[in-house]
């Protein structure tokens, strides 16, 4: 059954106007950024459903990237904010399978996100049954994060910039968390992607 699952959601549809060409497609251990979070994603489990939501420069992406093992979703509203990418995506999720009980919000610009990270979120929601679980770094709770089915229409409900950390603040006492200190590195700047690939 499909309920055992977890749909899991990329979110990059950004314009990534800060540096200036798509950061979907930045290079790092020879992947792209969006290719490695595919990666994980996939060999997370690879009967889980994951859908990349897409919007700015979507064609370029696309035609750059293996999406052979995860379903597309194009995000027409991109230029509102995130919350419409994370509806898009959930959308998405819930028409294919509407019987879903979780699903785990993440983005691509991330660079240490691999797989053990999702497998760490799944044994920490199974051993706590709470509905919602955070990464934690940065002094701040954010994603990669999961939640269960009884937050699904509390993230259809977003509008504009609101993310998943609006929901996560807000039903703290229903949130487990795990550290994730690599989290803090996300990479929106030229300068970030110098700092990420020079090596110390």
Request: include cysteine; glycine fraction near 6%; hydrophobic fraction near 35%.
């Amino acid at each position: 059954m499909y309920s055992n699952k977890t749909g899991m959601i990329i979110l990059a549809a950004g314009t990534s106007s800060r540096m200036g060409s798509p950061k979907q497609l930045l290079l790092y251990q020879e992947n792209s950024f969006l290719q490695n979070t595919i990666n994980a994603c996939v060999s997370y489990a690879s009967n889980n459903v994951t859908v990349v939501v897409l919007g700015a420069h979507h064609n370029t992406i696309t035609s750059s990237t293996d999406t052979t093992k995860v379903s597309i979703c194009f995000n027409e509203n991109w230029s509102t904010g995130i919350a419409s990418s994370i509806k898009c995506g959930l959308h998405f999720l819930l028409d294919l399978h509407e019987d879903m009980k979780r699903c785990i919000i993440t983005v691509c610009d991330q660079p240490h996100i691999d797989n053990t990270v999702f497998k760490t979120m799944e044994e920490i929601q199974r051993q706590t049954n709470k509905g919602i679980v955070a990464a934690q770094y940065a002094k701040t709770l954010g994603v990669p994060a999961m939640f269960t089915k009884p937050y699904f229409n509390l993230l259809l409900s977003l509008s504009g910039e609101q993310g998943a950390k609006k929901i996560i603040h807000q039903h703290m006492d229903d949130v487990a968390s795990f550290s994730f200190a690599n989290g803090e590195i996300d990479i929106d700047t030229k300068e970030d992607y110098e700092t990420l690939i020079t090596p110390i």
